[in-house]
């Protein structure tokens, strides 16, 4: 008789103060997971990666993203793969648009979600959209006030918030006046990114106490961290404990960091879900279903999942 | 230029209470770690691990066991490495030993610091040491008695603290009682073990609590956690929230979990490291020096270190 057996942690509430009932995963792997991978995934692998995410109780599944395919061919079937998904009640697809022509594109296909990806450091907005930090909002500005009035919801993500390959650390101020352009620019809520890796607990909690003495509920905000050094889950649980309530992850851990040597790149789904399940955390995922799902998408790219939880279930 | 050249993570302090400002970390990679690894390393290349390790700066570097050759294969060359190790002034090198006959040998090589290891459930006394709870005691009290006189100081471990792997959970007062049966018989520190790596934050939390509830002061509690569900250093922050001043680690993730499908065993120090110095936590060990390390023995050993640490840093 093995640990798997036990199947799942012991639940026990944290007797600390602060950490949330419920949390919503916003799961990443189709667009964030498969964009890092550098095999194409075919789009029936990837509408049967969806429907088999909407069985494992994902309430929101970020889907793809209108990128131009000659940056991002992993995802240059995006008009493709919305048109064959099966959307569940309930359930929220957001998109991914760079800018107006990309959004343009989600309109046209339908969407009712999209989130624009935006830099908290000058050097990788240059290196990611050829422009400066400040530059940046005046691009984004029109994709959001058109989503908006559209009647999108709009998710702004904030990349490089805890460290930058080039910069190194980025002050909080600077993190803080970005975050807070996106969100009076019309993004209901901001997802703020480890997108190297490298945070650590005390910076989550002094970015977030950074926010709300800013005036930003924390409702509004969401983390979304990479374990290429091992602290996705540790930040994860710093920002729980901050009031955090939406947690970005990616099924199986999908997509390497394309800044970093490491294997690993975003938080896997599973890893979060066994944390939550033992802090008796509601969250509404089948941990089963979905270990299931990453380990048949592990078969598809032909390499094990990253994620702990997948390696220790999966028979 | 890459995130190898940020070297390490930018330091801020959490602004919550409790974080202690320096932390011994318990390196258990020569005993723990190659125990648990299938391969039986040369005594040579555990020497030059040991002095590696040593080089590294950690203050305590479990070395081997005097468990009996037939049990573990691994350290039967117990007394040769002893032999053969390069002390350093302030730094502790505890043996573990299972029994009269092991303090005996540990005692003959002239070792000062011995550890015991105990189970908090009867499931796993019974598979480990062919006894219950209660009769592991009485067969660890004439060990713990004579090596206090001796002038040693005694480590208990308690495995098995957060979950079972045949009883599933385990009941707190069950542990809280083992444990203090561990410190009154003379033992001056409990390493509370999630040996199966079940464990989640919340789980830490109440079980540190109810130690303290107790009686027993958290300075004489150290956590040992293995990161078979990728929760090791979620739960390893949530003990230091706690005031636990003292962690189990092992140099590179070294040994899988023998009760475990799954390839991650204990806690890398390296990752363990990576947060500490993100917190600005003192211990004393060279991040760069221990990657090093870890990397060589990984070729020594014909496979890649599990640490994310390692796998981000090693060029």
Not at 25 to 34: A, H, N, Q, S, T
Not at 60 to 73: G, K, L, M, N, Q
Not at 124 to 145: G, Y
Request: one cysteine or more.
């Amino acid at each position: 008789m093995g640990v798997r057996e036990i199947g799942l942690p012991e639940v026990t509430r944290s007797p600390e103060p602060g950490v949330p009932e419920r949390v919503t995963i916003w799961e990443v792997g189709p667009r964030d997971g498969l964009q890092n991978e550098s095999d194409v995934v075919p789009s029936e692998t990837k509408l049967e990666f969806l429907n088999r995410l909407n069985a494992a109780g994902l309430p929101v599944i970020e889907t793809t993203s209108f990128v131009h395919p000659e940056w991002v061919p992993q995802l240059a079937d995006a008009a493709e793969v919305l048109d064959g998904l099966s959307r569940k009640p309930g359930v929220r697809y957001p998109v991914l648009v760079p800018n107006e022509r990309g959004l343009h594109r989600a309109l046209q296909a339908g969407v009712e979600d999209v989130a624009i990806f935006a830099s908290a450091t000058d050097s990788f907005a240059r290196r990611n959209l050829n422009r400066r930090v400040e530059e940046q909002f005046e691009m984004f500005h029109p994709v959001v006030r058109r989503a908006v009035s559209a009647g999108l919801r709009v998710r702004g993500y904030l990349s490089m918030v805890f460290g930058d390959p080039w910069e190194g650390p980025v002050a909080v101020d600077q993190v803080v006046n970005a975050g807070r352009r996106l969100l009076e620019m019309g993004c209901d809520q901001l997802s703020l990114g480890d997108t190297i890796g490298v945070a650590t607990p005390g910076q989550v909690e002094t970015v977030l106490r950074a926010f709300v003495a800013a005036g930003v509920s924390v409702d509004r905000l969401a983390v979304h961290f990479h374990d290429t050094y091992g602290q996705a889950l540790a930040n994860t649980y710093a920002a729980l404990r901050q009031g955090v309530s939406t947690v970005d992850a990616s099924a199986g851990g999908l997509g390497g960091c394309p800044y970093a040597a490491s294997a690993t790149g975003n938080l896997a789904t599973e890893d979060l879900v066994w944390m939550l399940d033992g802090l008796g955390i509601k969250h509404g995922v089948d941990l089963k279903m979905l270990v299931d799902t990453s380990t048949w998408m592990a078969e598809r790219l032909g390499k094990p999942s990253p994620s702990a939880v997948v390696r220790a279930l999966a028979l």
